[in-house]
């Protein structure tokens, strides 16, 4: 069986697919497509495999690949010593992971000069085989034998003889094999504080006395510990259970030398066999399991990051609409600025309603006057330090607006990475004349509008939804998100004359370079009126165009298809879908009925297999839709804006913020996230959070304990409003981890932390209620003004 079709057999075997859906796969990626565009336009190619099934072919592609080079390799290195046998070449070629192939080529791995060689080069290989085939003669007798001027002493002779024995036992491929799966299978994983660490790591107090099997540790747990290790709190230690453990593990050892008897022999070389378990074999081992938990951890943790991020770019927009946002802050002040329909900024200004200043009154004025002078129908606020407080002080300002008027809808948003982008060389492009704190506000209220084309404009490690982001392999999280922003973007498509040059390039088929492209031919030539016109941008050849053009959207062109996800080269195809309707193209777009009584079997021919055909039915039924849900927002309970004011039984909504797999947290209005464990989220066993919810899910919760010092928020999503959740706690025991502080996002996201302001008027606190009546004539003075 050659290479190719070796990896086209396993991986089809992993997806559950046909080995001929994974080569035409494998080709189309090889020449350069993109999962979006074979996902969505290749079905008949690859017999309809999904984006999920094509990223897991991709990446196990490229590990096979690997390991098939190693094979290569490995077999090349043996038979250029001339030790490559039939026996040896078979179990290469048999061997399914990379760890599989060391095994075998550890005996003829070139290597520096060990103890063993050095024995053998003293005459001691002999002494090891005789007292191997004889097991009833004493092995230090038959180690006189070998005293020599190189060798002084009998003790000498039979360390050299176990220092061979060791060798061979630590480059036995199949007994590695054993240990290794008798240690995944019994090993425990034991913490223990440092000495003197106690104070300095109290956060990781849970894991002071922790032992558990090693196989059943969950990724947030494993990656504490490992954090608490290079922190220097806490030691760890991978083995088996110390004493019958340890006496199973020897007693494998013993076994390859065959010594079950009880001579002198067999009693020597079962010292031998210990010696190699507990020096040797059982630090390489322990080594081994701690890379393997870091790798299942890390790879648990990316996972959940990819997840969390998918939800959140898939979070539904609040629309085309003016939009207000407001950054909160004290001392300096909260940050307040306007974006119109298209995101284009109108207006800024900088409002000081909290101390030292306290002008309330002028805050609400000026917010009025915002309102009033540009239409604004949103109002976003950043879920940071004072955001409470700058909601409040909006929802008076809305209390006074004129009946007349239609009330703003205020949302808080979560401003995680607003300030990475506010100094970013992307934001000093977009706005070089604009104060940095005024780009973040820009950025809480485009993100309102459209999530996903804002989002993107932020590193994704900077949104905070992560897991431990920080403790993981960096290459593999950025590849891991960089295929998620790919795949949410080309699932809901681009504005082709709205997007930005970030969004753009994130796009199928396109890059960095060419979105800038089309960006600046777009500033210099106008909007796109057509698809085809964008083969006219530099650089951007009929690859790109092919790859690109059935994720670009143009509405109220030339070509009304432009504005649906039908690709340009099954154009024809849906005008004779559309002819057979005898009805205007433009008519029959978003008109199901009027497709009714054709039959998708109709059109299949030539290259358009039924799925592209049924594609396109179903697009001309609905062009260009969103796949994003309605646009929804939790309400957050008056009165609840510290912790302090949280008491168990509370019922409230709130919006998740981050699904880790032990569950859920929440933003409940009161700057400090709750967790819904994951035993709370239902009537009924979970087993995976992300089963019940995802982030920016709006949901209702009870409250079931609320810890101040350790700013630890305890919620349920069961009915029963958390009856059991105390006795559940006890029974699992103490919660593992600090929950991820709201307002800390700008920097870090979930992970970082602002504390609460700790002084000054709270909400619209001060003056709530004084001057109300000057506050309703200022108001209805800035709509005269209007």
Known sequence: MDTSTRISQTIATEIGAAPKQVNA?????????????????????????????????????????????????????????????EDLATSIAKAETKAQLEDIYLPY??????????????????????????????????????VTEAVATVKDALNGARDILTEQLTENAELLG???????????????????????????????????????????????????????????????????????????VAAVLGASGTGPGDIWLRKVAGWCWRVKLSLSMMLELMGDLRARAQDDAIQVFARNL?????AAPAGARPTLGLDPGIRTGVKAAVVDATGKLVATETLYPFQPKNDLRGAQVSIVKLIAEHGVELIAIGNGTA????????AEVLKHLPAKVKAPTKVVVSEAGASVYSASELAAREFPDLDVSLRGAVSIARRLQDPLAELVKIEPKSIGVGQYQHDVDQHKLSKSLEAVIEDVVNAVGVDLNMASAPLLSHVSGLGPGLAEAIVAHRDMNGAFATRKELLKVARLGPKAFEQCAGFLRIRDGKEPLDASSVHPESYDVARKIVAACGRDIRQIMGDGAALKSLRAEEFVGGDVGLPTVR????????????????FVTASFKDGVEEITDLKPGMVLEGTVTNVAAFGAFVDIGVHQDGLVHV???????????????????VVKVTVTEVDVPRKRIGLTMKKDGGASAKEERNARGPAKGAGPRRGGGKAGGAQGGKGRMSAGPKGGGQGSGQNTGALGAALMDAFKKK
């Open 25 to 85: 796969a494998v080709a189309l990626l090889d020449e350069g497509a993109t999962v979006p565009f074979v996902a969505r336009y290749r079905k008949e190619a690859t017999g309809g495999l999904d984006d999920t099934q094509l990223r897991t072919l991709a990446e196990r592609l490229e590990y096979l690949r690997e390991l098939e080079k190693r094979r290569g390799a490995i077999l090349d290195s043996i038979r250029s010593q001339d030790k490559l046998t």
């Open 109 to 146: 791995k070139p290597k520096r000069r060990t103890k063993a060689m050095i024995a053998k080069e003293n005459g001691l290989e002999p002494l090891a085989d005789a007292i191997l085939a004889d097991r009833n003669a004493d092995p230090e007798t038959l180690a006189e034998g070998y």
């Open 178 to 252: 054993r240990l290794r799966e008798f240690m995944q299978r019994e090993a425990v994983l034991s913490a223990k504080v440092v000495e003197g660490k106690e104070q300095d790591g109290a956060k990781f107090s849970d894991y002071f006395a922790h032992s558990e099997r090693w196989a059943d540790v969950p990724s947030h747990r494993a990656l504490a510990m490992l954090r608490g290790s290079n922190e220097g709190v806490l030691t760890l230690d991978v083995g088996p259970e110390p004493e019958e453990g340890g006496v199973r593990a020897e007693a494998m």
């Open 310 to 314: 998918k939800d959140l770019l898939f």
């Open 387 to 394: 955001s409470r407080e700058t909601e409040k002080m909006v």
């Open 615 to 630: 594609d396109i039915f179903a697009e001309l039924e609905k062009p260009g839709r969103d796949p994003r849900p309605s």
């Open 679 to 697: 035993s709370q989220l239902a009537d009924r066993f979970v087993k995976d959070p992300h089963e019940v919810v995802k982030t920016g899910q």
